[in-house]
C-alpha cells in the first residue's frame, strides 16, 4: 500500500518530481514556518459553494482566530484539514511537504492534526478518565490497544490534564452526566491527550459561562507557541481576549486577514459581518 | 488469570454456574439411578448441552451488537458453518458403516452417482483439521464480508440487511446438492467422534462438558476484550464512530479484528451444536434463526456478555417448552416477546434486575 501511494505520489502530473526540487523544501514539520497551507480549495455541496478557492496559510506556533458568519464554512474548512470532507479541487499541506488529501482520518490524527468539534462530542457511555485514555497518542493498533496499559508516566499526564481542564474530582464519572461547559472541557482535554502539533478548536467558549472563557483564553494562549493552534469562534470578547492574528471568512472565502484592530476597520468585514 | 472477571458479577456467577452445571450433571445422570427422581435423563443433558452452545453464540453476537454496535442478522450463518465443518468430520467417521457401506464416499455423494469424494472435503477425516476448518472457515469469511462492508463504512440499518442477505444466499447455495454438503438433508446419521459411541450417555457427558468448558472459555476471552482498552474503544464506536477516527483509531480495523473473532466463536458453538443434535441442515443458515438469536440477546440484556447468555437459554426453555405444548403459537410469542422487550426492557432482564438492586439499595 505505501509503495503505492509513493508510486501515485511520484506519477502526480501537477507535481515535479520531488527531488528536483531545492532540498530547502524538506523540513520537519515543527520547525518555524509555514505548518497548515490550504490552496485554492474549493468544495460545492449539491452545487452550493461551500468553500470558495480558499486560500491559507497558518505558521507554526501561531494563535489563530478564525470568524464569519454561519454557513462561511468555517466547520467546513476543519472537516476539510481533518479528512473528513474531500475537497473538489485544492491543495492541503502539513508543513512544507504531507500532502494531507488522500490521507484518512485516522493518519492526520496521527501526524499530528487534533480536533474539537463545535458540538462536543465526547463518548458518553465511559467515564471521564477513558475519554482521556482513549485519546492518548500512541500505538493505535489493534493489537496494541488490546494490550495497552498505563505507564507510571503515562498516568501522570492523564493527572495533569484532568487537572488543567479542572475535572479531576469527576474523573471517574461517566462523562455523559457532565454539564455541557464540563463537556467542552473534555475535548479539550482529550486533545490535549493527543500531544498534537496543530490544535484545531471550533467554537470552545459555546456554552461557558464568563469564567469558564477566560479559563479557556488561559490555557489556549499558554498553549501557543509550542503548539500551532486554530479557534474558530462566533464570540467576538472571547476572540479579542485572545487573537493575534485573525482570518474572517465569508461564503467560503477569505474576506480579510490581519490583526482584530485592522480587521474591524476593513468595510466589507463591517458590511457582512461585524456591522450586523 | 481472571483479572477480567473482576467487578463483574454477572460473570461470576454465571461461570460458577457452569461450573456447578459440569460437576453436578454428569453425576445425576451417570450414577443416580434411573428410578429415583433426581436422576436427569441423557435427553436431558443433551437439552441442556445445546442450550450452552446457544448461550456461546449468543456471546458472540452481544460482542459485536452491545459492544460494537453492529447488528449482525447472518450470526447464523457462521454458527452454521462450524456445524458443517464437524458434520464433515463427523460423517467421515461413519467409515463404512453407512446404508450403501462406501467406505469413502457418504451415503449421499453415492445416491448422486459421485465417484470420488471432492477436494474440499479432504483432510476432513482429521479431527484437528476439522476442528480447525471449524474456527477458520467462519472467520476467513467474516473477515472478507468485514473488510468489504467495513472500509466502505456501510453502518446501521444496510449493514444489517446485507448480513441477513449473506445467511440467504448461503441458505440457498448449500440447498442444492451440487454444492457437495448433502443439499436439503444436510449431513446426519453421524455415529462416532473421536471413536466414542455419540449414543452413548458417556459421550453425551463429555460433549455437555465440553460445551460447558467452551462457554465458560469464551466468556473469559469475551471479557479480556472488552475490559481491555481495545473493548473502550468498541464502545466509543458504538456511539460515536466518527470521534473516534478523529483521535486516530482505525475504525475499519477495530470492527474487522473484533467482527471476526464473534464468527470464530459462533463457529465453535456451531461445532459442538452438530454432534449433540446429531444433524446439521441448511435450515441453519435460515434468516429466521439469525434473527431469534438477536432476540436472546435483547431478552437477556445486550451489552453484558452474561445477559446474553441468560437469554440464550431463557428463550430456548420457553421454546422447548412452548413448541412442545403449543407448536402453533411459538412464533409469536417469539415476535410478541421482542416488541415487549424492545418497548418495555430496552436493557434486557439484566437491566431490570439492575434496576431492581438500585431501588432496594436506594
Ligand atoms: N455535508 C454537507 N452537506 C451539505 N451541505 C453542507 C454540508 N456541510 C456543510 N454544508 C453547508 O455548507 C455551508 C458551510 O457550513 P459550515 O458548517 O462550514 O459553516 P460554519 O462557518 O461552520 O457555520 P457556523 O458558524 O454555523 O458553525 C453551510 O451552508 C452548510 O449548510
Ligand atoms: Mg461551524
Redesign the interface.
Given at each position: 500500500m505505501k509503495q503505492l501511494d509513493t508510486l501515485r505520489e511520484t506519477m502526480r502530473r501537477d507535481e515535479v518530481f520531488s527531488f528536483v526540487k531545492p532540498d530547502a523544501n524538506i523540513q520537519p514539520i515543527t520547525d518555524r514556518g509555514v505548518i497548515l497551507s490550504l490552496e485554492g480549495v474549493n468544495k460545492s455541496f449539491d452545487g452550493f459553494k461551500a468553500i470558495n478557492d480558499l486560500n491559507m496559510a497558518i505558521d507554526a506556533g501561531e494563535l489563530r482566530c478564525i470568524i464569519g458568519p454561519n454557513g462561511a464554512g468555517k466547520t467546513t474548512m476543519m472537516d476539510i484539514i481533518?479528512g473528513?470532507t474531500v475537497p473538489d479541487t485544492g491543495r492541503v499541506r502539513f508543513g512544507q511537504t504531507m500532502n494531507l488529501l488522500g490521507m484518512?482520518?485516522?493518519e492526520i490524527?496521527?501526524a499530528g492534526i487534533?480536533?474539537k468539534?463545535q458540538k462536543p462530542?465526547v463518548?458518553?457511555?465511559?467515564t471521564v478518565a477513558?475519554n482521556l485514555?482513549?485519546?492518548m497518542q500512541g500505538d493505535?493498533?489493534?493489537w496494541s490497544?488490546?494490550?495497552?496499559k498505563l505507564s507510571g508516566s503515562q498516568q501522570d499526564y492523564l493527572g495533569e490534564v484532568l487537572e488543567t481542564i479542572g475535572l479531576q474530582d469527576g474523573a471517574k464519572g461517566r462523562s455523559g452526566s457532565l454539564s455541557h461547559g464540563q463537556k467542552q472541557w473534555l475535548e479539550i482535554g482529550?486533545l490535549l491527550m493527543?500531544r498534537p502539533h496543530v490544535l484545531l478548536v471550533d467554537e470552545p467558549a459555546a456554552g461557558m459561562t464568563h469564567q469558564e472563557m477566560d479559563k479557556t483564553t488561559e490555557l489556549l494562549t499558554s498553549l501557543a507557541g509550542d503548539h500551532t493552534v486554530v479557534v474558530v469562534e462566533h464570540d467576538m470578547d472571547f476572540v479579542r481576549s485572545i487573537a493575534q492574528r485573525v482570518t474572517v471568512l465569508h461564503q467560503g472565502h477569505v474576506l480579510a486577514e490581519g490583526s482584530m484592530d485592522d480587521v474591524q476597520q476593513d468595510q466589507r468585514v463591517i458590511e457582512v459581518y461585524l456591522g450586523e | 488469570m481472571f483479572r477480567m472477571l473482576r467487578g463483574d458479577y454477572g460473570g461470576q456467577i454465571l461461570i460458577a454456574l457452569v461450573v456447578l452445571a459440569c460437576a453436578i450433571v454428569p453425576y445425576l445422570n451417570l450414577y443416580v439411578p434411573p428410578s429415583s427422581p433426581f436422576h436427569l435423563s441423557t435427553f436431558t443433558v443433551t437439552l441442556l448441552g445445546k442450550y450452552l452452545t446457544y448461550a456461546l453464540l449468543a456471546l458472540s453476537v452481544d460482542l459485536v451488537w452491545g459492544y460494537l454496535g453492529i447488528l449482525s442478522l447472518g450470526h447464523g450463518a457462521f454458527f452454521a458453518l462450524g456445524g458443517y465443518a464437524m458434520g464433515m468430520y463427523l460423517m467421515h467417521q461413519i467409515g463404512d458403516r453407512g446404508v450403501y457401506g462406501n467406505p469413502d464416499l457418504p451415503d449421499f455423494m453415492v445416491f448422486l452417482n459421485w465417484d470420488q469424494i471432492p477436494w474440499f472435503w479432504q483432510g476432513f477425516d482429521m479431527f484437528w483439521f476439522a476442528m480447525i476448518m471449524v474456527m477458520f472457515v467462519p472467520g476467513v469469511l467474516a473477515y472478507v464480508f468485514g473488510w468489504l462492508a467495513f472500509r466502505s463504512r456501510v453502518t446501521g440499518v444496510y449493514l444489517s440487511i446485507i448480513t441477513q442477505a449473506l445467511t440467504y444466499a448461503l441458505l440457498l447455495a448449500f440447498f442444492r446438492n451440487e454444492m457437495g454438503f448433502g443439499g436439503n438433508n444436510g449431513l446426519t446419521d453421524f455415529k462416532d467422534i473421536l471413536g466414542f459411541n455419540l449414543q452413548s450417555d458417556e459421550t453425551r457427558i463429555g460433549l455437555f462438558v465440553a460445551s460447558g468448558i467452551a462457554l465458560i472459555l469464551g466468556y473469559l476471552s469475551c471479557r479480556a476484550i472488552v475490559a481491555s482498552r481495545l473493548g473502550r474503544v468498541a464502545v466509543a464506536i458504538r456511539d460515536s464512530e466518527d470521534r473516534v477516527r478523529f483521535i486516530g483509531y482505525r475504525v475499519d480495523k477495530v470492527k474487522l479484528a473484533i467482527f471476526t473473532f464473534s464468527a470464530v466463536l459462533a463457529g465453535i458453538a456451531g461445532a459442538l451444536y452438530v454432534p449433540q443434535v446429531g444433524i446439521i441442515n441448511p435450515g441453519e443458515f435460515s434468516p429466521l434463526n439469525s434473527i431469534e438469536l438477536v432476540v436472546w440477546v435483547a431478552v437477556g440484556g445486550r451489552g453484558t456478555l452474561y445477559g446474553a447468555a441468560l437469554g440464550a437459554i431463557l428463550v430456548n426453555y420457553a421454546k422447548t417448552y412452548l413448541t412442545g405444548a403449543l407448536p402453533e403459537v411459538w412464533l409469536f410469542a417469539l415476535g410478541g416477546l421482542f416488541v415487549f422487550v424492545t418497548l418495555y426492557m430496552p436493557k434486557g432482564i439484566v437491566g431490570l434486575m439492575r434496576r431492581r438492586q438500585k431501588e432496594i439499595g436506594a
Open positions: 481533518t473528513k484518512s482520518e485516522p490524527a496521527q487534533g480536533r468539534f462530542t463518548f458518553e457511555a465511559l477513558e485514555e482513549l485519546a493505535k493498533s489493534v490497544t488490546f494490550r495497552a482529550m493527543q | -
